[in-house]
């Protein structure tokens, strides 16, 4: 079925420096791509997202890109805060899955201040 | 607002009992989802309902019943719960099936 594989699992940065996530997906027919955060205790909650059409989205201090001939994405997180550390997840919308979300095992971020 | 309610919020069970979890949404959204979330891992897709009137198994059914009542709600049986069964279970809801999923606040359900 379709993999949605996502990097690094964990990923510790100090406040100020960038972080960047990435996901490799297999179905080249998926065409949404979805970023969520989850805080500690709380819901996942949609951050940014990106169709195949566009190449690059951002807002504010977060963007996200998409290489489609390489079947990848990633979540670029600039100016890091101490209110960025969070469990950070991809997903994709493959063809062959219904399109439905699959969604990657997701990154453990943490901003040391 | 309130986007999509989940009851209960905690829950115990003994093994063998069963329980249904409810979720409610009230954004008009085609399609609902029920995901379960163990410690320190990733969302797991139990059963859809791309729209109203269909159900679909997910990554890990096994164990599980849904039922789409009408297009509001969506809610989960556990027959015969087991303690493996013990986790987060979250809500969520889209437009479509490739759309933005909204999340409820989880069910927390422990299975001694």
Redesign the interface.
Same mark, same amino acid.
């Given at each position: 079925g379709e993999n949605v594989e996502q990097h690094p699992s964990t990923l510790s940065v100090q406040e100020g420096d960038s972080a960047v996530i990435k996901c490799t997906y297999s179905d080249s027919a998926s065409?949404?791509f979805?970023w969520y955060k989850q805080e500690l205790g %709380?819901?996942?909650?949609?951050i940014i997202?990106i169709r195949s059409n566009v190449g690059e989205k951002k807002d504010q201090r977060i963007a996200v890109t998409l290489n489609k001939t390489a079947k990848h994405f990633s979540l670029h997180i600039t100016e890091t805060q101490p209110e960025d550390s969070a469990v950070y997840?991809c997903a994709a919308?493959p063809e062959a899955a219904?399109? %439905?979300?699959t969604?990657?095992?997701?990154t453990r971020v943490l901003v040391k201040p | 607002n309130a986007g999509v309610t989940q009851t209960p919020k905690f829950q115990v069970l003994k093994t063998g009992q069963s329980m249904t979890l409810q979720c409610a949404q009230d954004m008009n959204h085609n399609s609902m989802y029920w995901y379960r979330q163990d410690p320190g891992m990733g969302l797991r897709l139990i059963y859809y309902s791309a729209s109203e009137g269909t159900t679909d198994k997910g990554e890990v059914p096994n164990g599980y019943n849904v039922s789409r009542l009408n297009k509001r709600e969506f809610s989960l049986r556990l027959e015969s719960a087991a303690p493996s069964q013990t986790s987060v279970y979250f809500c969520a809801s889209s437009q479509y099936i490739d759309q933005p999923q909204h999340f409820g606040d989880g069910t927390r359900l422990s299975i001694l």
């Open positions: 065409n949404y979805p %709380k819901r996942p909650q949609l997202d997840f919308s219904g399109n %439905k979300l969604f990657g095992g997701g | -």
